[in-house]
T-cell receptor, first 111, second 112 residues
Framework: QKEVEQNSGPLSVPEGAIASLNCTYSDRGSQSFFWYRQYSGKSPELIMFIYSNGDKEDGRFTAQLNKASQYVSLLIRDSQPSDSATYLCAVFSGNTGKLIFGQGTTLQVKP | GAGVSQSPSNKVTEKGKDVELRCDPISGHTALYWYRQSLGQGLEFLIYFQGNSAPDKSGLPSDRFSAERTGGSVSTLTIQRTQQEDSAVYLC??????????FGPGTRLTVT
């Protein structure tokens, strides 16, 4: 089992829809959770982080964390073509002291 | 303010040659990380520095890879006797604490 798992996609949604990106992790000692966006040929860009169970909203983005289920998700409301990118989930493990990245989910928002 | 910078942006080298990749972190960031990303793949952790010391070198793929950081700032990743499988984008990130990492633009290494 990979430490951080994401569906590679592509996830295709129409413009204006809600895109839901999911991530599961194996280390119950994980403390902090991050979502990075990576456009093709570019480096990852931090867009959201969440430390506590529940929801955290920032503009069109909402991060959701459920530590009991070892599950973190990212919702993008009113998806735009400019949101088309690969979204990387990253989990900070207190056991290893490392930030572990998933393989990423490719999102395609179609006009 | 200035972000993380990396040089060179692109490097083409012949198999067997040594290469040095440089990373300038965000000013004041104490932690610095090196990752490798092969085409279509996720991020592979290589090494991280807290100040000038490297508590975790476990991600370095082989003894051909080494890294150092001086003055709590600039870091250099050196790959000796490069092999074709070393071709990838090498990304550097820095952070004020160990959590929120900010990435540089990367160095695309091609070994021919």
């Amino acid at each position: 089992q990979k430490e951080v798992e994401q569906n590679s996609g592509p996830l295709s949604v129409p413009e204006g829809a809600i895109a839901s990106l999911n991530c599961t992790y194996s280390d119950r000692g994980s403390q902090s959770f991050f979502w990075y966006r990576q456009y093709s040929g570019k480096s990852p860009e931090l867009i959201m982080f969440i430390y506590s169970n529940g929801d955290k909203e920032d503009g069109r983005f909402t991060a959701q964390l459920n530590k009991a289920s070892q599950y973190v998700s990212l919702l993008i409301r009113d998806s735009q073509p400019s949101d088309s990118a690969t979204y990387l989930c990253a989990v900070f493990s207190g056991n290893t002291g490392k930030l572990i990245f998933g393989q990423g989910t490719t999102l395609q928002v179609k006009p | 303010g200035a972000g993380v910078s990396q040089s060179p942006s692109n490097k083409v080298t012949e198999k067997g040659k040594d290469v040095e990749l440089r990373c300038d972190p965000i000013s004041g960031h104490t932690a610095l990380y090196w990752y490798r990303q092969s085409l279509g793949q996720g991020l592979e952790f290589l090494i991280y520095f807290q100040g000038n010391s490297a508590p975790d070198k476990s991600g370095l793929p082989s003894d051909r890879f080494s890294a150092e950081r001086t003055g709590g700032s600039v870091s250099t990743l050196t790959i000796q006797r490069t092999q074709q499988e070393d071709s990838a984008v090498y990304l550097c990130a820095s952070s004020l604490d160990v959590y929120e990492q900010y990435f540089g633009p990367g160095t695309r290494l091609t070994v021919t």
